[in-house]
């Protein structure tokens, strides 16, 4: 599974291209949670535009919620915002949306980059 991360002063940018592999895209997770940069951010922007083909199940998407659950009690509150165009992937995005338990992570759903920085860099709520 080819990506990217571009690390920047807030956030990250996250891009996945070819085919995806939900087993990898939990690996890159953890390898995500413990770069010395995770601290300090506050959001990150997933952009599956120009993937060619995905194994990724509701199964999955189970266990980045959970695992992302897990997370937030020590890193606090977290935008994640989901780039997808095709009409599978993103109802395996909102599946992941819905699944999530912690108010601490605020996950939306957009169609371009434009309109996800838009709200990233919105102020998020305090709980």
């Known amino acids: 599974m080819p990506h990217t991360n571009t690390w920047e002063l807030t956030?990250?940018?996250?891009?996945?291209?070819g085919e995806v592999d939900g087993e990898e895209i939990l690996e890159s997770n953890f390898e995500v949670q413990v770069h010395p940069n995770?601290?300090?951010?506050?959001?990150?922007?997933?952009d599956f535009t120009e993937m060619t083909g995905f194994t990724i199940t509701t199964t999955?998407?189970?266990?980045?919620?959970?695992?992302?659950?897990?997370?937030?009690?020590?890193?606090?509150?977290?935008?994640?915002?989901i780039i997808a165009s095709d009409?599978?992937?993103?109802?395996?995005?909102e599946n992941y949306r819905e699944e999530m338990k912690n108010n601490k992570i605020d996950c939306e759903i957009?169609?371009?980059?434009e309109d996800?920085?838009?709200?990233?860099?919105?102020?998020?709520?305090p709980f």
């Open 11 to 17: 956030g990250l940018y996250r891009k996945f291209t």
């Open 38 to 46: 995770f601290d300090n951010i506050k959001f990150i922007i997933n």
């Open 60 to 81: 999955h998407t189970r266990a980045y919620a959970k695992t992302d659950d897990v997370m937030s009690r020590t890193k606090g509150r977290l935008k994640i915002a």
């Open 87 to 93: 009409d599978e992937h993103i109802a395996l995005a």
């Open 110 to 113: 957009f169609d371009t980059e």
């Open 116 to 125: 996800a920085r838009k709200w990233t860099s919105l102020p998020q709520i």
